[in-house]
């Protein structure tokens, strides 16, 4: 049985999917992992990986580890991308210029939404 944790990952992962494929993916050359950190009702780690290289690759450009609620209040524009990740609430290893340029893309995405 799903917990609504993962109930919630499935629903905030497609949304996010549909938003940034329908948004500029030519601006982002790379792969980035995300890694998702579910606390309740036990503590366990879901990832995704998301591909916006003409050729996949083995290795991703980027890892991105999260917890689902910070996850779900930067998609409802309830806090900063750039405030979680200066907090600790989000830490990256690897490209971390892709993960910039994805956060600007999803801006821009937020604001279509919000007109």
């Not at 497609?14 to 494929?21: D, I, S, W």
């Not at 950190?37 to 879901?46: A, D, L, Q, S």
């Amino acid at each position: 049985p799903s917990s609504s944790g993962e109930n919630a990952l499935v629903t905030l992962r497609n949304e996010y999917a549909f938003k940034v494929l329908q948004a500029m993916r030519k601006d982002i050359n790379a792969s980035m992992e995300y890694i998702i950190v579910i606390k309740k009702p036990e503590k366990r780690e879901i990832s995704w990986r998301v591909d916006f290289t003409p050729e996949p690759k083995d290795k991703v450009d980027c890892k991105i580890r999260i917890d689902l609620e910070t996850m779900q209040e930067i998609s409802q524009g309830k806090l900063d991308p750039q405030a979680a990740f200066l907090s600790g609430k989000i830490r990256m290893e690897g490209n971390i210029t892709a993960a910039l340029a994805l956060t600007l893309i999803m801006d821009k995405v937020r604001k279509r939404f919000e007109t």
